[in-house]
Protein backbone atom coordinates (compact mmCIF):
# COMPACT_ATOMS: atom_id res chain seq x y z
CA UNK A 1 0.00 0.00 0.00
CA UNK A 2 2.67 2.55 1.51
CA UNK A 3 3.41 4.48 -2.29
CA UNK A 4 0.23 4.06 -3.96
CA UNK A 5 -1.90 6.81 -5.00
CA UNK A 6 -5.11 8.31 -6.07
CA UNK A 7 -5.39 10.05 -9.05
CA UNK A 8 -7.90 12.51 -10.77
CA UNK A 9 -8.79 13.12 -14.93
CA UNK A 10 -11.06 15.15 -16.70
CA UNK A 11 -9.32 14.44 -20.30
CA UNK A 12 -9.81 10.53 -20.46
CA UNK A 13 -10.48 7.07 -18.46
CA UNK A 14 -6.51 6.54 -19.40
CA UNK A 15 -4.92 10.09 -19.92
CA UNK A 16 -4.71 13.66 -18.23
CA UNK A 17 -4.11 11.94 -14.77
CA UNK A 18 -3.06 14.46 -11.73
CA UNK A 19 -2.26 12.89 -7.94
CA UNK A 20 -4.44 13.86 -5.63
CA UNK A 21 -2.76 11.96 -2.70
CA UNK A 22 -0.64 9.11 -1.77
CA UNK A 23 -0.28 6.44 0.68
CA UNK A 24 2.65 7.45 3.24
CA UNK A 25 2.31 4.82 6.11
CA UNK A 26 0.76 1.69 6.89
CA UNK A 27 -2.02 1.31 8.85
CA UNK A 28 -1.44 -0.96 12.39
CA UNK A 29 -3.11 -4.29 11.81
CA UNK A 30 -6.75 -4.71 11.82
CA UNK A 31 -6.63 -0.85 11.42
CA UNK A 32 -7.87 1.45 8.32
CA UNK A 33 -6.03 3.43 6.21
CA UNK A 34 -6.75 7.15 5.69
CA UNK A 35 -6.06 9.34 3.06
CA UNK A 36 -7.64 13.06 3.30
CA UNK A 37 -6.04 16.06 0.28
CA UNK A 38 -7.53 19.09 0.11
CA UNK A 39 -9.20 19.39 -3.15
CA UNK A 40 -11.87 22.05 -4.76
CA UNK A 41 -11.45 20.49 -8.34
CA UNK A 42 -14.32 17.99 -10.01
CA UNK A 43 -12.71 14.76 -11.43
CA UNK A 44 -14.26 12.76 -13.69
CA UNK A 45 -12.37 9.97 -14.29
CA UNK A 46 -10.61 8.62 -10.39
CA UNK A 47 -8.33 5.74 -10.10
CA UNK A 48 -6.04 4.19 -7.46
CA UNK A 49 -2.49 3.35 -8.98
CA UNK A 50 -0.21 1.02 -6.80
CA UNK A 51 3.67 0.37 -7.14
CA UNK A 52 4.52 -1.28 -10.38
CA UNK A 53 4.49 -5.04 -9.14
CA UNK A 54 2.31 -4.60 -6.12
CA UNK A 55 -0.57 -6.56 -5.11
CA UNK A 56 -2.95 -5.86 -2.46
CA UNK A 57 -6.86 -6.57 -1.57
CA UNK A 58 -9.15 -3.68 -0.99
CA UNK A 59 -11.75 -4.32 1.78
CA UNK A 60 -13.86 -1.53 1.42
CA UNK A 61 -13.09 2.25 -0.37
CA UNK A 62 -15.56 5.31 0.54
CA UNK A 63 -14.90 8.96 -0.59
CA UNK A 64 -16.26 12.13 1.47
CA UNK A 65 -16.12 15.58 0.93
CA UNK A 66 -15.95 16.76 4.29
CA UNK A 67 -18.20 14.95 6.50
CA UNK A 68 -20.17 13.97 3.78
CA UNK A 69 -19.95 10.40 2.10
CA UNK A 70 -19.98 10.76 -1.65
CA UNK A 71 -22.86 8.11 -2.75
CA UNK A 72 -25.54 7.19 -4.84
CA UNK A 73 -27.44 4.45 -7.02
CA UNK A 74 -25.73 2.03 -8.87
CA UNK A 75 -22.37 2.58 -10.07
CA UNK A 76 -21.60 5.25 -8.08
CA UNK A 77 -17.28 5.40 -9.21
CA UNK A 78 -18.58 4.22 -12.96
CA UNK A 79 -17.07 1.01 -14.26
CA UNK A 80 -13.86 0.29 -13.37
CA UNK A 81 -10.70 -0.44 -16.04
CA UNK A 82 -8.24 -2.56 -15.76
CA UNK A 83 -9.27 -4.70 -13.18
CA UNK A 84 -11.50 -7.74 -12.57
CA UNK A 85 -13.33 -9.83 -10.00
CA UNK A 86 -15.80 -8.54 -7.50
CA UNK A 87 -14.21 -4.72 -7.35
CA UNK A 88 -18.17 -3.35 -7.00
CA UNK A 89 -17.35 -5.31 -3.54
CA UNK A 90 -15.25 -2.25 -1.89
CA UNK A 91 -18.14 0.09 -1.94
CA UNK A 92 -20.62 -1.84 -0.16
CA UNK A 93 -20.16 -1.21 3.41
CA UNK A 94 -19.22 -4.45 4.30
CA UNK A 95 -15.28 -5.47 4.52
CA UNK A 96 -16.10 -9.10 4.87
CA UNK A 97 -16.68 -8.55 1.54
Same mark, same amino acid.
Given at each position: MVGGRFEGSNTSRTEGFETLGAIGTPPQ #?????ELKFSNTKVYR?? !???????? #????AE? #??? #??? !???????? /??????? /??GSWRNAFDDNPKT
Open positions: #AGEWTWL !RYRGLKGS #AAKVL #AFF #AGD !RKLSGPGL /VYGRPTD /VG
